[in-house]
């Protein structure tokens, strides 16, 4: 496959492409984002994904500078111009270049990219690597259904979790709430319900956490859209984090205790393999 990027309309190579020193998303993380799975060379939820991207600009007071339409229409051509038949799309929106001064500026025309990459995605359970995860403080802002590109608590808590053997960690709020991972949300089984944070200005929301929400009520699993805190999450007898990169992925630790003998847990793998008919069809 070719890759290849959009920056504001124009295609080049991706190792070739270059944004102004001076645009915001660069000087200030002004902006927002968006990672769109690619399956069979067809974008996987783009509806929900640009209504997110939506949501996002407008929480920053941001225009997306093409209508809805035209985006549809360049990421099929990016797509089919890159020869992708899996991986992801990643589109960043920034408010564009200017003189750099905290308040923000009138008259700039926000400043659109994407960029598409390969990804293999696990075809077999077995393929799947479960995660080591570790808990942490969450040490975000309080707008976390921005999908916003400040992400450096997210980037350090994923450092820290690297330095102790793992590859993910989950984040709690005062008072040991859990919230999410650091680019993932958390589910887990407490007492046979499957527990998950509940749509909040604390948490992304996931649009492969909505897709899981939509499978376990098709399999009749209950539910709660209830949040949980690290005592609960000590004994679930299930964890598992959903993302559009990793879909649904289980946790074999957290803080280095085994959660559960067998992982995937029963609920976590019918899971997975709802998703992949999902995907498949
Ligand atoms: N991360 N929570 C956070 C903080 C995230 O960054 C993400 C996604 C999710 C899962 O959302 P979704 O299912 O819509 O991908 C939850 C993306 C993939 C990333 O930053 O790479």
Known sequence: ?????????????????????????????????????????????????????????????????????????????????????????????????AKRDHLLPGGTRPSMVMYVREYNSPATIEEIKPLNCITLPDERWLNCYIKSINLLPNVMARHKAAD??????????????????????????????????????????????????DLLDKLNIPVSEEAFNLEDLGKASEVWTTSTGMEIVPVVTIDKRAVSESVPGPICRSLIEEFWKIVEN
């Open 1 to 97: 496959m070719k890759r290849l990027a959009w920056i504001n309309g124009a295609v080049c190579d991706l190792a070739e492409a270059v944004v102004p020193l001076e645009d915001r998303g660069y000087l200030f993380g002004d902006g927002v984002y968006e990672v769109i799975k690619i399956y069979n060379g067809k974008p996987f939820y783009l509806r929900p994904h640009l209504d997110r991207l939506q949501k996002s600009a407008s929480g920053i007071a941001m225009e997306i500078p093409y209508p809805m339409e035209k985006i549809k229409q360049e990421i099929a051509s990016l797509i089919e111009n890159s020869a992708c038949k899996g991986g992801y799309l990643y589109m960043q929106v920034t408010r564009g270049s």
């Open 164 to 213: 102790a053997g793992a590859q993910e960690a989950i984040f709690y709020r005062s008072g040991g709430t859990v919230t999410e991972g650091t680019r993932t949300n958390t589910f887990a089984v407490i007492d046979g319900v499957v527990r998950t944070h509940p749509e909040s200005k604390l948490i992304l929301s996931g649009i492969t956490r909505m897709i899981a929400l």
